[in-house]
């Protein structure tokens, strides 16, 4: 399913040995001035050719009035010069051989000008010369000294690759990483993403970068949602990848949509698929750069034992609080703890080693130390919290140093935080140790939510070592096509019941015993066949509410009943819709009244085939307790769905009653998943009712629409 594009040309774009900047101007203030600034104020050592019509020189480099006039190769091409001139600037790119470009200008897909878009796009495949852009703000590359941007000049160094959507939003970003001592590999403004996107930026470049340890994304919409889950999850499982999505609200959507021209999607689908693919959405800017943090500096946890060392009670119960809300485990071996830390170079007499681990007020810069090193050196704790809270007994720059010292000598084996609660001289310390790259926030619970953020993710590398790879389900996709070829020839695109229940016979799934049938004699012999007691329901594609209709007949137990009934319900039908084209009458096995759950499915414009499930019946519009998955997913997938609704404990037999078969359950789920995927005529399909039994599921009612062709 996976479509990787090869561009090899991409690696000029983070490490080239000589840039042309294609509207380089003398006049600060410019772009064309910025973007050469910042490329020689931020180191770049190979060669820096400015483009301009007029100038000899700009900022000491000789500049050319053509590209083609530069004497020697270009590796990485900026154009920065207006959107009308940018088609012929870069075709004398690609013949002079510049081998990736990025397009700085404004005014192309974002103001409906795809056109010109495309046509840039071709121009880059002819020539072998990826760009990105246009409509962004540039790229920068910390390892080899690359600010080619009109950002902020003094971009700190570090494990981070952040990937931008948004222009302005990724240069006050950039200026925010500088403040608040974020380190960053590489920026990339990537704007329209007319050729490249963060899909392709990750598997040409950033999965094998050995200077990017981690990966935040800001994204408004994601053009080929599938393709991107996929290597959102291949390269999510060597490299954390953190998601701040815009958005959320449905006019939010509406303005990202407008905003970069690209299909926002539905926001709830957005968080389901990149929960699929192993990606962490954040809320917000802040939430994302904290766990960035806390992910780029610390190693995966070995085991789920979490140790919280604090000087104040209060705020260790802030802690616990929030270990709570995160689903982190406190380690709580009273005795080991006891032995580890009720220490007297630790605590005084009245500590506590309870976890959070109180050092107290009194606890010195050297209980700090010595409280730090104990969890360190214990096999049994996993991952490290420490709080502070400001005392005028101790000295926070003691401590942070206190901190950095045991953080090195024990090479960051396991994951360690730190928050810091006070005033100036704790910011100083908070500063301190992030620049030490110790991750230190000023609340225990961003500390916290941020080691849990990294729990997540070790937890879906682990899960996914563990999956045995599921081949897809044989389904006998052939004689499906022929059910939905017939339908389609008779100009439909709905279903009929008999026909939706046709196709999950043959995928395997449980539907009552049924035959359609056409008169009261055959309704009579076909009921002895499918079993009483039985239900009678009209089939006409004229008639979609069938009980109001009177179409439908309940609990019919003998064979007079059948043909009574047969007629009663074409007597009924011809009188609420004369001219109804009537197919016949469906004669089905009455099964015992269970559980009702929903199955749906629909297809989202950017992720494709989405399975809905949740509680059935009346609860589906009241409750809306559902959950979704993007279609195809694997069984284990499909159990987490059952698992994931609020209503699960009426499933497992809530007060008594007996429980329902959750591998039926699960079956059908993961059935339905692999079926909307290998058809893609199947636009929308529901189960509603599957009748959740103790044995077994069985789909009681059936819909599916198809696509329009
Ligand atoms: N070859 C060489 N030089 C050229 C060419 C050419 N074909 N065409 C123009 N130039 C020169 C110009 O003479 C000028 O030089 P000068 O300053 O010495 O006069 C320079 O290149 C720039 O051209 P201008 O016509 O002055 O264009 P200007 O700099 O005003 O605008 C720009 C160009 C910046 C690309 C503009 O069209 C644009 O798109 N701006 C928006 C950029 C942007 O916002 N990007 C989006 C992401 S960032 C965000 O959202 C904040």
Redesign the pocket.
């Known amino acids: 399913m996976l479509k990787i594009t090869k561009y090899p040309g991409l690696k000029y774009l983070f490490k080239p040995r000589s840039i042309a900047v ?6 600060p203030g ?4 910025e973007i050469m600034d910042n490329i020689l104020s931020y180191g770049f050592k190979g060669e820096l050719y400015p ?5 000899v020189e700009i900022l000491g480099k000789k500049c050319y ?2 590209i083609n006039d530069v004497p020697g190769e270009i590796d990485f091409a900026i154009i ?4 009308k ?1 940018v088609p ?2 870069f075709e004398d790119c690609g013949k002079k051989g510049v081998k990736s470009a990025a397009i ?4 192309f897909g974002e103001v409906g000008d795809f056109e010109t878009e495309n046509k840039l796009v071709e121009i880059a495949q002819k020539y072998n010369m990826p760009f990105i852009g246009p ?3 540039g790229i920068v590359y910390a390892p080899t000294n690359l600010n080619a941007s009109f950002g902020p000049a003094d971009v700190k160094p570090g494990k981070l690759a952040f990937i931008t959507q ?3 939003l990724g ?1 006050a970003l950039m200026g925010w990483t500088i403040t608040n001592k974020i380190g960053l590999s590489s920026i990339i ?1 990537v ?1 329209n993403k007319a050729q490249i996107g963060e899909s392709e930026l990750l598997e040409n470049f950033l999965k094998d970068d050995p200077n990017t340890k981690a990966i935040l994304l800001y994204v408004e919409g994601l053009i080929d949602g599938r393709n991107s889950m996929a290597i959102f999850k291949e390269v999510g499982l060597k490299k954390p990848i953190i998601a701040l999505k815009s958005g959320r609200s449905q006019r939010g959507a509406a303005a990202a949509a407008s905003h970069t021209g690209s299909l926002a999607g539905s926001d709830n689908i957005y968080s389901t698929a990149f929960k699929q693919s192993g990606v962490l959405r954040a809320i917000d800017a802040s939430e994302a750069f904290d766990w960035a943090r806390c992910i780029t500096e610390n190693p995966r946890p070995k085991g789920k034992n979490v140790v919280i060392i604090t000087n104040g009670g209060g705020v260790g119960v802030m802690a616990t609080d929030a270990c709570e809300d995160y689903n982190l485990e406190l380690y709580n071996d009273q005795e080991k703890l006891k032995e580890l830390f009720f220490k007297p170079d630790i605590m005084p007499p009245f500590g506590s080693t309870k976890n959070p681990v109180d050092i107290t007020g009194q606890g010195g810069e050297l209980a700090y130390k010595k409280a730090i090193e104990a969890a360190f050196d214990s096999k049994d704790i996993h991952s490290i919290v420490v709080l502070y809270c400001q005392t005028a007994t101790t000295n926070p720059d003691l401590i942070a140093n206190y901190v950095i010292d045991e953080v090195r000598k024990h090479q960051n084996k396991k994951p360690f935080v730190i928050a810091g609660i006070g005033g100036e001289a704790v910011e100083v310390m908070i500063d301190k140790l992030n620049e030490n790259q110790i991750p230190a926030y000023d609340l225990p619970e961003k500390a916290i939510s941020s080691l849990s953020a990294l729990y997540r993710w070790s937890d879906f590398v682990e899960q996914n070592e563990k999956i045995v790879k599921e081949k897809p389900l044989k389904l006998p996709v052939e004689k499906i096509k022929a059910i939905i070829n017939e339908v389609r020839k008779e100009g439909r695109i709905q279903m009929l019941e008999h026909e939706a229940k046709e196709i999950f016979k043959l995928c395997g799934l449980n539907v009552p015993p049924f035959a359609l049938v056409h008169s009261p004699e055959e309704a009579a012999e076909k009921a002895k066949e499918v079993g009483f007691p039985l239900v009678m329901k009209i089939v006409s594609e004229d008639i979609i509410h069938k009980s109001d209709a009177g179409g439908v007949i309940l609990g019919i137990n003998d064979i007079i009943g059948a043909e009574e009934s047969f007629i009663k319900i074409m007597q009924n039908a011809k009188a609420y819709k004369p001219d109804a084209n009537i197919r016949g009458i469906i004669v089905a096995n009455m099964v015992p009244k269970s559980t009702e759950v929903i199955v749906g499915v629909s297809r989202d414009p950017t992720f494709g085939p989405v399975v809905m499930f949740g509680l059935g019946g009346i609860y589906v519009e009241i409750m809306k307790d559902v959950v979704f998955r993007v279609a195809p997913f694997s069984r284990e997938e499909a159990r987490k769905m059952v698992d994931g609704i609020k209503s699960k404990p009426m499933l497992y037999g809530a007060r008594g009653s007996k429980p329902s078969d959750i591998e039926a359950l699960v079956d059908t789920i993961h059935i339905i998943s692999q079926l909307v995927s290998q058809i893609d005529d199947i636009k929308e399909l529901d189960i509603n009712p599957l009748f959740a039994m103790d044995s077994g599921a069985v789909a009681v009612d059936a819909r599916i629409t198809l696509s329009e062709k």
Do not use: C
């Open positions: 294609i509207g380089a101007s003398a006049k410019k772009i064309g001035y483009i301009n019509l007029k100038e009035k053509s920065s010069i207006p959107a001139y012929e600037a700085i200008t404004s005014g409509n962004i703000f948004s222009g302005a240069i403004s704007g």
